[in-house]
């Protein structure tokens, strides 16, 4: 069973920084590509930043480009998201994804296996 935990997320001020990890067991690693949304309240989840295989290729959501990179190290079997510069508007419950299908998956569907979340609150 593959399961991924996330860790990380806290309360932070605007301008500060935050770096989420998410861990996997269960399958080989390197054989999923991987994903980061957010979900504010009342809104829906949304996409954040997706990472291949290999971790070369990297793709973002606009309003978090030049402020959140996405990184993985596959001896590690752990994703990173690490954020800078947050602003208010970044609180959510963030959550990581895996995905077997896709290079580089962006949508919710595209996504098998999911965390559990972690909170990430940016006060301003």
């Known amino acids: 069973q593959v399961q991924l935990i996330e860790s990380g997320g806290g309360l932070v001020q605007t301008g500060e920084s935050l770096r989420l990890s998410c861990t996997v067991s269960?399958?080989?690693?390197?054989?999923?590509?991987m994903g980061w949304f957010r979900q504010a309240p009342e809104k829906e989840r949304e996409f954040v930043a997706a990472?291949?295989?290999?971790?070369?290729?990297?793709y973002y959501t606009d309003s978090v480009k030049g402020r959140f990179t996405i990184s993985r190290d596959n001896a590690k079997n752990t994703v990173y998201l690490q954020m800078n510069s947050l602003k208010p508007e970044d609180t959510a419950v963030y959550y990581c994804?895996?995905?077997?299908?896709?290079?580089?998956?962006?949508?919710?569907?595209?996504?098998?296996?999911w965390g559990q979340g972690t909170q990430v609150t940016v006060s301003s």
């Open positions: 994804a895996a995905d077997i299908r896709f290079s580089i998956p962006t949508k919710l569907d595209d996504f098998d296996y």
């Open positions: 269960g399958r080989t690693f390197s054989t999923y590509a």
């Open positions: 990472i291949n295989r290999n971790g070369r290729t990297t």
